[in-house]
């Protein structure tokens, strides 16, 4: 069975640049896997950032991108900010209508 | 604006079913939509467990397709979650939420999530 892989925690400091992954255990992630992610902060519900790779969803800071990295999809931050402190989960379309989502990245900003 | 509340027991006993459900409210369930349940254990990752469209096709993950039935009541403008033969595995948050029919787009509306717990 295919899994997906996150890191587990990254840190970055305020102001500075984070890349965070979201790759399979089999295989490499495409366009195909309409990769998307979100932002969960503790007690609340996900909120959705990026879509279809690269997609902004409405009001998200542009400070926020994504894209195709290698064999991984890759989330993004440039100049990170002390509110992005969160849980980063990715989403993969695995065919058949089936969805699954990564073991997610707990970012801390310090 | 499209607004998801889960309600459900709160407690429930292993070998029991879980049962939770979503109502849609500020807009239609019989859309070109899929209505989904996702699922997050304390202190851990999300976990999509299945969803449904209004016509009641549904698509479930693999590992709990034996468990599990997602259903839809469009005259209440809700759809539901069985689980069967829970344990405290299956101790989680219990999120409802959307997405398009369209792959390309997201997950875009979440509840606020329900909390249940497996214990005797």
């Known amino acids: 069975q295919t899994v997906v892989t996150q890191e587990p925690s990254f840190s970055v400091s305020p102001g500075g640049t984070v890349t965070l992954t979201c790759g399979l255990t089999?295989?490499?992630?495409?366009?195909?896997?309409?990769p998307s992610w979100y932002q969960q902060t503790p007690g609340q519900a996900p909120r959705t950032l990026i879509y279809?790779?690269?997609i902004r969803s409405s009001g998200v800071p542009h400070r926020f991108s994504g894209s195709i990295l290698g064999n991984k999809a890759a989330l993004t931050i440039t100049g990170a900010q002390a509110d992005d402190e969160s849980a980063y989960y990715c989403?993969?379309?695995?065919?058949?209508?089936?969805?699954?989502f990564g073991g997610g990245t707990k970012l801390t900003v310090l | 604006q499209l607004q998801l509340q889960e309600s459900g027991p709160g407690l429930v006993k292993p070998s029991e079913t879980l049962s939770v459900t979503c109502t849609v409210s500020?807009?239609?369930?019989?859309?070109?939509?899929?209505w989904d349940w996702i699922r997050q254990p304390p202190g851990k990752g999300l976990e999509w467990i299945g969803s449904?469209?209004?016509?009641?096709?549904?698509y479930y993950n693999p590992s709990l397709k034996s468990r599990v039935t997602i259903y839809v009541d469009t005259s209440k403008k809700q759809f539901s979650l069985k689980l069967s033969s829970v344990t405290a595995a299956d101790t989680a948050v219990y999120y409802c939420?959307?997405?398009?029919?369209?792959?390309?787009?997201?997950?875009?509306?979440w509840g606020q999530g329900t909390l249940v717990t497996v214990s005797s």
């Open positions: 089999s295989g490499s992630v495409s366009t195909s896997y309409y």
């Open positions: 939420a959307r997405h398009w029919l369209d792959r390309s787009k997201p997950f875009d509306y």
């Open positions: 989403a993969l379309y695995m065919g058949s209508d089936i969805w699954v």
């Open positions: 449904v469209h209004y016509s009641g096709s549904t």
């Open positions: 279809n790779t690269n």
């Open positions: 500020g807009g239609s369930i019989i859309t070109s939509y899929y």
